[in-house]
């Protein structure tokens, strides 16, 4: 039975140039899943996009009519952290 060999680590790819140094690493972050998904239903203002955004994959979800108050409580929520 023949398997293909392993393939080759990412630092084997890559020029050490181009890899991040320990030092030069971001500080910890925050990770959030945002949706985005269009409604073509019968609005009276015709096909909307609506939103959700979630924390982590535990957090609470938050639903938005609309993609900009998504995107201005995302930034809000940066911010004040």
């Known amino acids: 039975m023949d398997h ?13 140039s181009a890899l991040p140094v320990a030092s030069a690493l971001p500080a910890p972050g925050r990770v959030y899943v945002l949706r985005i998904w269009h409604e ?6 015709g096909p ?3 939103a959700m ?3 982590g994959t535990l957090g609470e979800r938050r639903y938005f009519a609309r ?3 998504c995107l201005d ?3 809000s ?4 952290r």
Not at 40 to 45: A, F, I, N, R
């Open 4 to 16: 293909d060999p392993p393939a080759p680590a990412l630092s084997a790819l890559l020029p050490s």
């Open 40 to 45: 073509s239903g019968e609005q009276p203002t």
């Open 48 to 50: 909307v996009w609506r």
């Open 53 to 55: 955004i979630r924390e």
């Open 67 to 69: 993609v900009d108050e």
């Open 73 to 75: 409580h995302l930034y």
């Open 77 to 80: 929520e940066l911010v004040r």
